[in-house]
C-alpha cells in the first residue's frame, strides 16, 4: 500500500461547479498535511496547508481527518486556471524524521 | 532570482553514461530534497539533507545514484551507468526547518527548482 493515495481522475467539470479530491495515508504518525498546485511542465507549488480544525483560503477548504487518516480539498465556483494537478502531500515518519510524501495527483479539467 | 536554480534544464545521453545534476537552494534554506517525477506520477522521494548531512538515502533508486551537499549549499545528484528507466524529471527543492520538542519538522512549505530532465537513450 503506498504511503499517500490519490484518485488520478481527471476530474472534468464546468467553470462554476464545486469539486473535491480526497487523499488517504497509511502512516498514522504522520505530520503536517499540504495541498500543491502543479500546472502542466512546471514545479509544483503550495497552494494550502491543511490544519486539524480545517482552513480556508477563497474558494479553497481544506480538511484533516486523523481518525480516518484523509484530507480532503474543495473547490468551490471553479474556473478555468483552476485547470492543473493537485498533488497532496503528507510528512511521514522516517527515522527520527519526517520526509514531505506526496501522492500520485489529481488532475483537474475545467471546461466552459 | 532568489530561487531555487537546477542546472542543467534539460540533460539527453546515452546509456551507459553518467550524469550530474546540480541545485542551488535558496540561501538561507538549510534543507534541500531530491525527487524523481515521471509522467502521470507525484514526486519520489529520493534522499535530503539538513545543512550538509545526508539525513535519509535509503529511497534512493539503486547503488547508481548518489548525492552530495558539501559544504551545506549547492548540491549534486550522480547518476552512474544510466539506464533507460532513469530517464524522469529531477526536481530540487529546498525548505527551512525549525526544531521541535522531540523531532524537527519541516515548515512545510519546500521551494521547487525547475527541474532538470533526463533522457537516456
Known amino acids: 500500500r503506498k504511503e499517500v493515495e490519490q484518485d488520478p481522475g481527471p476530474f472534468n467539470v464546468p467553470e462554476g461547479a464545486t469539486v473535491a479530491f480526497n487523499c488517504t495515508y497509511s502512516?498514522?504518525?504522520?505530520?503536517?498535511f499540504f495541498w500543491y498546485r502543479q500546472d502542466c511542465r512546471k514545479e509544483p507549488k503550495l497552494l494550502m496547508s491543511?490544519?486539524?480544525s480545517g482552513n480556508e483560503d477563497g474558494r479553497f477548504t481544506a480538511q484533516l481527518n486523523r481518525a480516518s487518516q484523509y484530507i480532503s480539498l474543495l473547490i468551490r465556483d471553479s474556473k478555468l486556471s483552476d485547470s492543473a494537478t493537485y498533488l497532496c502531500?503528507?510528512?511521514?515518519?522516517?527515522?527520527?524524521?519526517?520526509?514531505?510524501?506526496f501522492g500520485r495527483g489529481t488532475s483537474l479539467i475545467v471546461h466552459p | 532570482d532568489t530561487g531555487v536554480s537546477q542546472d542543467p534544464r534539460h540533460k539527453i545521453t546515452k546509456r551507459g553514461q553518467n550524469v550530474t545534476f546540480r541545485c542551488d537552494p535558496i540561501?538561507?534554506?538549510?534543507?534541500l530534497y531530491w525527487y524523481r517525477q515521471t509522467l502521470g506520477q507525484g514526486p519520489e522521494f529520493l534522499t535530503y539533507?539538513?545543512?550538509?548531512?545526508?539525513?535519509?538515502k535509503s529511497r534512493l533508486l539503486s547503488d547508481r545514484f548518489s548525492a552530495e551537499r558539501p559544504k551545506g549549499s549547492f548540491s549534486t545528484l550522480e547518476i552512474q551507468r544510466t539506464e533507460q528507466g532513469d530517464s524522469a524529471m529531477y526536481l530540487c527543492?529546498?525548505?527551512?526547518?525549525?526544531?521541535?520538542?522531540?523531532?524537527?519538522?519541516?515548515?512545510?512549505?519546500?521551494?521547487f527548482g525547475e527541474g532538470s530532465r533526463l533522457t537516456v537513450l
Open positions: 540561501s538561507e534554506h538549510n534543507r
Open positions: 491543511v490544519y486539524s
Open positions: 502531500v503528507v510528512n511521514v515518519a522516517s527515522g527520527g524524521s519526517y520526509i514531505p510524501t
Open positions: 502512516n498514522s504518525a504522520s505530520q503536517s
Open positions: 539533507f539538513q545543512n550538509e548531512a545526508q539525513l535519509e
Open positions: 527543492a529546498s525548505s527551512s526547518s525549525f526544531p521541535g520538542t522531540k523531532h524537527e519538522y519541516n515548515t512545510g512549505e519546500l521551494f
